[in-house]
């Protein structure tokens, strides 16, 4: 299922800043090089993410997911001086293309990059974090979720991707476990006190989290 006609996103992309060289040439290795290229950040996304940064004035990002880099690069480009982008990947062989990424990029001295089981690294990482993009394995959401609230910074947020699983989420009948999975994070998500939130039908849906008092 589309979540928007494909001529809708085209037209979305095509009036959307475009990537540096640098970007251009990571998601076409990613297409030509990786078995699931999807899971790269699309260039909407990825333009979003960096306007969260501006407007937060973020400063120490975390993101949950790295695949080949796109994101934390894209990330890491609009930070301010100082600042630095922490990122977790769990695959091996996926870590070492985005560790020459992130080596080749003019961006790469921001980057923390930790190779490794994110469930047990984010819970030692100390906060307070300005920005955490998730987008790892989506059964383990709720446990990254519950990890890094209290570790947010007062304007800090918190972005979940594929949230929508290509709009697999409102037919839970035909769902797989893992879109089951994601109903039952989004449900948690809405349900609690502590946070607002907002569900955007970007990509394949981001669920945007931040602070419910200020």
């Known amino acids: 299922m589309d979540i928007i006609a494909s001529d809708l996103e085209r037209y979305a992309a095509d009036h959307t800043t475009p990537p540096d060289e640098h970007l251009a040439e990571v998601a076409a290795t990613t297409q030509a090089q990786t078995e699931s290229p999807q899971m790269r950040s699309g260039l909407v ?48 062989e996926t870590a070492q293309m985005a560790r020459r990424h992130i080596d080749g990029s003019p961006h790469g001295d921001r980057i923390e990059f930790i190779v490794g089981d994110a469930r047990e690294i984010v819970a030692e990482l100390p906060g307070p974090w300005d920005l955490v993009f998730i987008d790892a394995w989506k059964p383990d959401y709720p446990h990254y979720y519950e990890a890094v609230v209290p570790k947010l910074s007062d304007r800090g947020l918190i972005v979940c991707d594929n949230v929508l699983q290509s709009g697999r989420v409102v037919d839970l009948g035909a769902a797989d476990d893992q879109t089951r999975a994601m109903h039952a994070f989004n449900e948690q998500v809405q349900q609690d006190p502590r946070v607002h939130n907002a569900l955007l039908t970007v990509g394949d849906g981001l669920m945007v989290i931040w602070h419910g008092t200020p």
């Not at 997911?65 to 001086?81: C, H, I, K, V």
């Open 45 to 92: 996304e990825a333009r979003l993410l960096e306007a969260l940064v501006v407007a937060s004035g973020a400063t120490r990002v975390l993101e949950i997911g790295t695949f080949t880099g796109y994101g934390a690069l894209s990330l890491a480009a609009r930070l301010p001086e100082g600042g630095r982008v922490t990122t977790i990947e769990a695959d091996e």
